[in-house]
């Protein structure tokens, strides 16, 4: 399965995700431009991604934890997520994301 990345330069990269592994994990093994400072465990935002809107409905509903650390991202917007919180599935081969400038390290 495939996710298609954005990243901060505006650059597409398609990068093979493997079933069950977090968007983060994939952007990061790829060694695009992500943070990630916590390692996946919700607790930083800097894996912040937009999502592309038509993607936004398929991905598994925002918890509260994960909202209450995107509110601290500077660059949220409506179509916000911690990529980190996104766990890859055959419901999500083509996923499309853009990296936020406050995910860069
Ligand atoms: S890696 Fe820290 S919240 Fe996703």
Redesign the pocket.
Known sequence: MYLFVTDQDGKVHELEALEGWRA?EVIRDWELNIK????????????HVFVDAEWVDKLAPITAEEEA?LDMAVDAQDNSR???QILMSDALDGLKLTLAPSAAK
């Open positions: 983060m990630a400072e916590c390692g996946g465990a919700c607790a930083c935002a800097t894996c650390m911690l990529s980190c």
